[in-house]
């Protein structure tokens, strides 16, 4: 006869199915962040690398490399089963100096049922399934659309000072010599 459970018992099965749920939400989300940053270089048939991952939000610095932390989750903390929001930024070198130019958008992702559900800042919701391989070029239209979009509000704000830092520009300046 099998022996019956107790509250508790339920409880825990409960709680472990929550966590294997979260974490495979997590390492999916994680993987296909990185593929749409890797791929989107390819897509953008660059001449060199220009793609990085960074925080969704906030301040960042387009030249570094952010690993984890490009992710809206929390290493330190523990992981929920939730929405997973990275930033993809694209570095432009310019051809008048040697500086750069560089766009980020944020993209958030949540797993339903047998696909991805992505959401790139202001464009319509992308599915993905969860085998994407050779299956992301819908997210970098989105991409593409979304960079495209902010350069157009950029310049027709031109002079408005309402709406400064949303593109960055670093110019490389030649250092002074004592």
């Known amino acids: 006869m099998a022996e019956e459970k107790t509250p508790y018992d339920v409880l825990k099965e409960a709680i472990h199915a929550y966590g294997e749920a979260a974490m495979e939400n997590f390492l999916r989300c994680r993987a296909l962040g990185h593929a749409i940053a890797s791929g989107l270089h390819d897509y953008l048939a660059a001449p060199e690398p220009c793609v990085s991952l960074v925080p969704p939000k906030g301040p960042f610095d387009p030249s570094r490399t952010y690993g984890d932390a490009a992710f809206s989750y929390d290493p330190k903390q ?47 919701r992308r599915r993905v399934p969860l085998e994407f391989e050779g299956q992301l070029e819908p997210v970098f239209d989105a991409l593409m659309t979304e960079f495209l979009r902010l350069f157009r509000i950029e310049l027709a704000d031109f002079g408005d000072p309402r709406y400064q830092n949303r593109i960055g520009f670093v110019p490389t300046l030649p250092h002074e010599t004592d």
């Open 78 to 124: 523990p992981i929920r089963l939730e929405p997973i929001s990275f930033g993809v930024c694209v570095t432009v070198p310019n051809t008048e100096d040697s500086g750069s130019l560089w766009v980020r958008t944020g993209v958030t992702v949540d797993v339903k049922d047998d696909h991805f559900e992505v959401f790139v800042t202001n464009q319509p």
